[in-house]
Structure formats: C-alpha cells, structure tokens
C-alpha cells in the first residue's frame, strides 16, 4: 500500500526567489510519442547525477492518482539514502508537464523549500524540441545567490545530463523499448 502524502508547499511563483536554469536538446522523435514513452521511463535510468548531486536510485509512488495525472506524486530516493518528493502539478499532453519537487533531505533543504519544474516538447518539422526548464524557491533572500551558483554550477549539468542520455536512448533505441 502506498505511503501517504505530506502535503506539499504552496508555491509563490510571482515572488523573486528562484534560481532558475533550462536545458534543450531536439530529439528525432515524433512530439506525439515523447511523452508517452518519458512519463514512464524508470527516472533512474537517465539522472545519473553529477560530482555534487548523487544518482537517483529508484521512486516509490505514494497514494493519489496514477503517475502521469495531476496530482500524482512519488518519493524519490538518491544514492547517499537521501529523498525529496515530488507531485505533477499540470498536464497538457503531449505539449508539456508541470511537476514540483519539495521535501529534499539533502543539503539543498538549507537554501530550497521546493522547486517548479516544466517539461515542454515543441514540434521541429519530424522532430522534437524538448525544453526542460527548472526553478528551485529560495528559503529567504539570503539563501538565493548560493542556490542560483549551485542551479549554474551544478543543477544545470543535471538535467543537461539528463537530458543527453534520453535523447541517445530514443534516437538509438525508440521509444518501443526502455533505457535497461
């Protein structure tokens, strides 16, 4: 039985403390069949983490709907034992997806209470642009330059990595078979 959920965080996406980034790539894949194959691929499978970010291990879905509908959410668990949470906020399939990323028990809970996160796929002729955009909330002022160097440093070569190892995989593989 899955685990209940912690409520998440109201987000204040007006304010000005997020520390943003956004990574693309164009993907040879229909935008129609992006998502589908995305939404369930293992997200272990491509955030292989950085020097400073460890490797995601697995999710755990919690209770509320299936993954992939608003209002989903799944604990995901990093390769030091650390965890946050995070739930799908907005759908508009195959664009795009909102999700938020809250209740980090790694060393980004100091300067982050959450983060906004998109994915949105725009159609380049046969061709996908995949955008990835992601803003992590700032606990105060103070905490906004040190987490705005990590976004830069660090978070940004995430989902860069990420980002790279999805489009290998699709563009080698298709989206009929998953990454392992």
């Known amino acids: 039985m899955p685990s209940p959920v912690p409520p998440a965080p109201e987000s204040h996406e007006a304010d000005n403390l997020?520390?943003?980034t956004?990574?693309?790539t164009v993907i040879d894949i229909l935008p129609e069949a992006f998502f589908a194959w995305y939404l369930f691929e293992p997200i272990e499978n491509f955030m292989l983490g950085t020097l400073i970010v460890p490797p995601i291990?697995?999710?755990e879905m919690l209770a509320g709907p299936a993954w992939g509908e608003p209002g989903s959410t799944r604990k995901i668990t990093f390769k030091d034992g650390t965890t946050s949470l995070e739930r799908i906020l907005s759908t508009d399939l195959p664009r795009s997806y909102r999700?938020?990323?809250w209740a980090y028990t790694n060393p980004v809970r100091l300067l982050s209470d959450y983060?906004?996160?998109s994915m949105r796929v725009e159609p380049e002729?046969?061709?996908s642009r995949v955008i990835w955009d992601y803003s992590f909330h700032s606990r105060n002022i103070f905490a906004k330059p040190f987490l705005?160097?990590?976004?830069?440093?660090?978070?940004?070569?995430?989902?860069?990595k990420g980002l790279k190892v999805v489009k290998e995989h699709l563009e080698t593989s298709g989206p009929s078979?998953?990454?392992r």
């Open 99 to 101: 999700y938020q990323p």
């Open 125 to 127: 002729g046969n061709k």
């Open 22 to 24: 956004s990574v693309e």
């Open 18 to 20: 997020y520390a943003s």
């Open 57 to 59: 291990t697995g999710t």
């Open 177 to 179: 078979i998953r990454i």
């Open 148 to 160: 705005q160097l990590f976004v830069t440093l660090d978070w940004q070569r995430n989902l860069a």
């Open 115 to 117: 983060a906004v996160a």
